[in-house]
């Protein structure tokens, strides 16, 4: 059992989902681990310090494997807060905690030139985490997962057009499904910085709560078949609300959108990345490993802000990523084609997806977004099953 002190550090309840996230992909990591060598963990930016207790109780709570546990944060004043929080894991056996208050840039470039490369990084960063990408993967070792948290909503958005230029070296721009956009041009910008190193990224799972855009990949040591074709574009005419996807390598003239006068104009968003969000297999994995690690743990638990269990909002979430895998790139605000079908309301996202499929094209309920549907369909046949089903609601 153990306690934690908040003190000056920076912790906010809301961000369960993730935390619990975090202590799995930990766990996950320690799964056919060689034992000839500990696994590294860092926690880049710490705060109060709850991701790394966390980590080192419940995610290596019922292992064996060794672990070094790098804790840090740029913030001195923090030392004592810190050494206090992370006082329980001085008992773990098999555990060996380093405690830092570095500049995140020195601390992963020290760490470079060291040969002292993490199997999993969690950077949590206010604002856009990019200037930090680079150094962040090369202190990364092949098959390691980085955790990556943005504060930066504005910019991906759409809504600082000149920022996301700046940031991301990308248009973004104003978009129903805007929470998916900014993970888009976030995953892309992970993966030409890992393609400059000759390495290659998958997504593991991406998600927001409009208010951070978290991301979770994995750093291969090669870039994949076909990985860079993930890399394109994505066109939303405002007007009728068409949308239209292209990747980079193939890129031609754009197709007219679904305006009947010929006066409609594609708004186009990118260059982003315009494959799978989440990893389907990695995630049903994830959610067994936390049943695994319920018994495992028994009845202990983190009092006063966490338990070692999965809590229901956080299992809801992944299953819901796990229901929608990211694919295909367009994505419907159900409340919009209503609004431009004059419906009292939308359909629900689920007679919706069912309505699609029923006419063969592929369709699903977003896991990124709330009444949100994914398809492949035209945007003429998605209206026209909407239409249909407001008019059974009458």
Not at 68 to 76: I, T
Not at 227 to 238: I, Y
Not at 369 to 379: H, I, K, T, V
Request: charged fraction near 25%.
């Amino acid at each position: 059992m153990a306690s934690l002190r908040l003190g000056g550090g920076f912790f906010r309840p809301d961000s369960r989902p993730a935390r619990d996230v975090s202590v799995l992909l930990a766990a996950s990591t320690l799964e056919g681990a060689s034992k000839g060598r500990p696994l590294r963990w860092l926690d880049l930016m710490a705060g109060c310090g709850i991701r790394a207790l966390r980590w080192g109780l419940e995610a290596r709570g019922a292992s064996v494997q060794p672990v070094e546990l790098w804790v840090n944060d740029a913030d001195q004043e923090r030392d004592s807060l810190l050494a206090a929080n992370l006082e329980p894991l001085q008992a773990c056996e098999g555990l060996r905690l380093t405690q830092s208050h570095q500049a995140a840039e020195r601390l992963l470039r020290e760490a470079f030139l060291e040969h002292r490369f993490f199997d999993l990084i969690d950077l949590d960063a206010f604002g856009c985490p990019n200037v930090l990408l680079q150094s962040t993967l090369q202190a990364m070792r092949f098959g390691g997962v980085l955790m990556l948290a943005s504060t930066d909503g504005r910019s991906p958005t759409g809504h600082d057009r000149f920022a996301a230029v700046r940031r991301f070296g990308a248009a973004a721009r104003a978009h129903p499904s805007s929470w998916e956009l900014a993970l888009r041009l976030q995953l892309a910008a992970v993966a030409r910085e890992a393609w400059l190193l000759g390495r290659g990224v998958q997504p593991l799972l991406s998600y927001s709560d409009g208010r951070t855009f978290r991301v979770a990949v994995r750093l291969h040591q090669r870039i994949r078949s076909g990985e860079e074709e993930q890399l394109g574009f994505l066109a939303r005419c405002e007007r009728c609300g068409d949308q239209a996807v292209q990747a980079m390598l193939g890129l031609q003239g754009w197709r007219p959108c679904a305006c009947t006068d010929g006066c409609g104009r594609w708004a186009v968003s990118g260059p982003l990345w315009i494959g799978p969000l989440q990893a389907p297999d990695q995630l049903d994995g994830l959610l067994k490993l936390s049943d695994t690690l319920n018994t495992a743990l028994g009845q202990d638990r983190l009092t006063q802000v966490d338990d070692p269990s999965l809590a229901p909002r956080s299992r809801k979430m992944l299953e819901g990523l796990l229901s929608d895998p990211g694919q295909p790139a367009c994505c419907w605000s159900t409340a919009e084609l209503a609004r431009r079908l004059q419906l009292k309301g939308p359909p629900a996202v689920v007679d919706l997806v069912r309505a699609l499929r029923a006419s063969g094209h592929q369709a699903s309920a977003s896991g990124v977004m709330p009444g949100q549907l994914r398809s492949n369909a035209p945007l003429g046949i998605v209206l026209r099953r909407c239409a249909e089903l407001g008019s059974k609601d009458r």
